[in-house]
């Protein structure tokens, strides 16, 4: 269950032990990605460090082994905004499914190929869910502190 956190963290250079909680990583992970925000680029896009909110959907996801297709689509524009890579999103969802590059789209058998639905939004370069949008579905509140 600790395991993706942990994944984030090494990610930014996050430092952490078995005993600092998630909710205390999540914290640092947002300190340690603060700046990243106006620095980064991919292209012409800006890199978006993930909101912990939405980390913690897909740790959620992990746990229970399960994610709806809206909650897919948070999660695959939300990393791919962020600037992962095809091997980091493969890592992410085949942590969800705990299956070998089944067809659901979003991952392959292969760690260097993305699903087509990660080709597609990356085409799209669609956008990750607005803080209002993930309020109404549920995955954000009011007082979360993620922008
Ligand atoms: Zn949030």
Excluded at 39 to 49: A, F, M, R, V
Excluded at 63 to 91: C, L, M, V, W
Excluded at 98 to 116: C, H, I, K, L, V
Aim: charged share 25%; aromatic share 8%.
């Amino acid at each position: 269950m600790r395991n993706f956190v942990e994944f984030v963290c090494d990610k930014y250079d996050v430092e952490h032990t078995v005993s600092n909680g998630v909710d205390y990583l999540l914290n640092k992970i947002e300190e340690a990605t603060s700046s990243i925000t106006a620095s980064t680029c991919i292209g012409n896009e800006y890199i978006k460090p993930p909101r912990k909110c939405v980390i913690k959907l897909i740790e959620r996801n992990i746990e229970r082994g399960h994610s709806g297709h809206e909650e897919n689509n948070i999660i695959a524009t939300e990393i791919i905004n962020a600037g992962y890579r095809n091997k980091d999103i493969h890592f992410i969802f085949e942590s969800i499914y705990n299956e070998a590059g089944a067809d659901w789209g979003w991952y392959t058998s292969n760690p260097n190929t993305a699903g087509r639905q990660i080709e597609q939004i990356r085409s799209k370069a669609l956008n990750r869910y607005s803080k209002d949008k993930l309020i109404q579905i549920g995955v954000c509140t009011e007082k979360c502190g993620c922008p």
